[in-house]
């Protein structure tokens, strides 16, 4: 015979599976509300700050009459007393005396300054040296150099401690002009020479 299980009804004395919410109720006794643990902490937390506090005030010192603190703060110390410096030359000075010959010296009168002195001596010409060489062929070379620059340049030997020399000048020259002109002359062409001011051989 068969049985219809869905539609068998359930017995009346069987009793449903409380809910877990329940069970949790039974096992730990009565229920707690939500909030109880929160307003634990939270009266923790001030018994624990009020307490800080009451120390605090514990371990301040004790207050004094604020006028003697006053009073011992804005008292200044006492300086040593510095010397005053004296002075003492004022009354030195009139007493000391100071004795000086009184010799008179002539003095010859001034030289007319409003003419110019005449010039007793010729002035000496300049020269300028082109370059010093041991062979007279570099000479010669630097000669012809110079002579393509349309100036005039003299070879000059000499004889010294070192050995014979032939040096290349040029010259005389009467006035600074002349010679700056022949200097940038020989500087373009990358030529050094010397100033030199010397009686005309």
Known sequence: MTQDYAKRRQDPRRKKPPPRRAQAQRQTGEAQPRGKGFRLYITGVIT????????????????????EELATATEPEAEP????????????????TLEVDEEVETVEPAADVSKPPTATATPQPYFLQAGSFRQKEDAERRRAELLLLGLTPQIEESTVDSGRWFRVSLGPFGSHDEVSKARSLLANQ?????LLKRSAP
């Not at 624990?48 to 006028?67: A, D, K, N, Q, R």
């Not at 990358?190 to 010397?194: A, G, K, P, T, W």
Request: proline share 15%; aromatic share 14%; net charge negative.
């Open 48 to 67: 624990g700050m009020f307490l800080s506090f009451l120390i605090y005030l514990g371990s301040l010192p004790e207050p004094g009459v604020p006028g």
């Open 81 to 96: 007393e510095v010397p005053k410096p004296r002075f003492e030359f004022y009354t030195l000075l009139p007493e000391q």
């Open 190 to 194: 990358n030529i050094d020479s010397v």
